[in-house]
């Protein structure tokens, strides 16, 4: 095996790991039941309502992510962003094997639902920032967000925040249309505080991740950086 092949299959095994604790972060925010991510909210609307799991309409979200980029970019659509469609379905297939793998967890108390909020928002930090340095796999929301921000001329993080609201705002419909409840579901709580905090906490924690994240996977990573 030579060079370039390990080090594909070494920054790609990499983001993958990255995907994974993104995707148990989303499932942690799901059982603290105080909000899940901006991005997690309509799937987790979605899925409340029937049809499909959690992590095929996030699949599907992602495809009509790709599609806008596709409208937007046109002849400056590049062949290799169609990876971000293989990324989907596996953050897809992730996220409903990681609802499973803590359906067992129950928080009773409103401080075991802020811990577990907490302790998604961290997880989900550490992965985007092992997902970002791989620079493999690309999530096809944060692409969008990058592609807007390119077009508009306006910052990425300006952006993101109204990128983030309208998620936000379509699934706070689509719940009071599908329920009769802009929250969520009966007991089950889609938009709460969480979403807030998992809004504005989780890139703050990059911030403090992301050198860590570079001591740990940026030597291993680094030797094959020439054979990209």
Partial sequence: MNRKVKGILARYSTATFGLLLVAAGVALSVKSDLGTSPI????????????????????????????????????????????????????????????????????????????????????????????????AWMLAGEMTTATIADISGCKFRNVKIFFDSGLVIISALASLILFGNLLGKGELTVIREG??????????????????????????LEKYEDNR
């Fill in 40 to 135: 997690s909210c309509p799937p987790y609307v979605l899925s409340l309502w029937g049809g499909l799991t959690m992590g095929q309409y996030t699949a599907l979200m992602h495809l009509v992510f790709i599609i806008s980029q596709v409208i937007m970019l046109r002849k400056k659509f590049r062949p290799e962003y169609l990876l971000q469609i293989a990324a989907a379905a596996v953050f897809g297939l992730f996220t409903d094997l990681t609802l499973w793998a803590v359906g067992w967890i129950e928080a009773g108390s409103y401080i075991w639902k802020f811990v577990l909020m907490l302790l998604s928002c961290g997880i989900t930090a550490v992965g985007i920032s092992i997902e970002v340095r791989a620079r």
């Fill in 195 to 220: 979403t807030l905090v998992s809004a504005i906490l989780t890139g703050y924690l990059m911030k403090f991740i992301d050198p860590y994240t570079e001591r740990t996977f940026g030597k291993y």
